[in-house]
């Protein structure tokens, strides 16, 4: 039997799109947006974003952490839960590829977005590459095996 998720309330919508300006702020203003900063930063020259990347991390742990300890429910009203993650060969694959295209072209996802907002359109061809290679792995995860 299929699931089938229910529509997000109006409150929902407006704290994702409030932590969703959050994010894309704060990418622009640490210049992740830029994939000739993220490309010096993987080749060692700059370490700016990795006091980014290193703060971003240390908020989600404390955050993570500490607020099913200290409070009853989320700011929505629902329950933690946690994800079980697992790690297989196909989620070695995937982190391998990500991080070459990463590494090749200096754009992650969520900043390439961001950087649209900055007015660099040269992003959209990133972002096409993103969607074909997840357009690509849906396929291959249909194909009868």
């Known amino acids: 039997m299929k699931k089938t998720a229910t529509p997000p309330d109006a409150r929902a919508l407006f ?7 959050l994010f894309g702020f704060g990418l622009a203003l640490s210049t992740m947006v830029q994939p000739e900063v993220v ?14 990347m290193g703060g971003a991390v240390a908020v989600t742990l404390l955050a993570y952490q500490l607020a099913p300890r200290l409070c009853q429910r989320s700011l929505l009203g629902h329950g933690f ?5 697992v790690w297989n060969r ?28 900055t007015g660099n359109w040269t992003l959209l061809w990133a972002l096409a590459g993103i969607a074909l290679g997840a ?4 396929w ?3 194909a009868p095996h």
């Open 135 to 138: 357009l690509a792995q849906g």
């Open 15 to 21: 704290v994702t799109l409030v932590a969703g300006a």
């Open 39 to 52: 490309l010096s930063f993987l080749r060692f020259q700059d370490w700016g974003l990795m006091l980014v």
């Open 81 to 85: 839960q946690a994800h079980a993650s």
């Open 90 to 117: 196909d989620t070695w694959r995937g982190a391998a590829l990500f991080g070459v295209g990463w590494g090749l072209c200096g754009v992650c996802p969520g900043p390439a977005i961001a950087g649209l907002g």
């Open 140 to 142: 291959r995860a249909r």
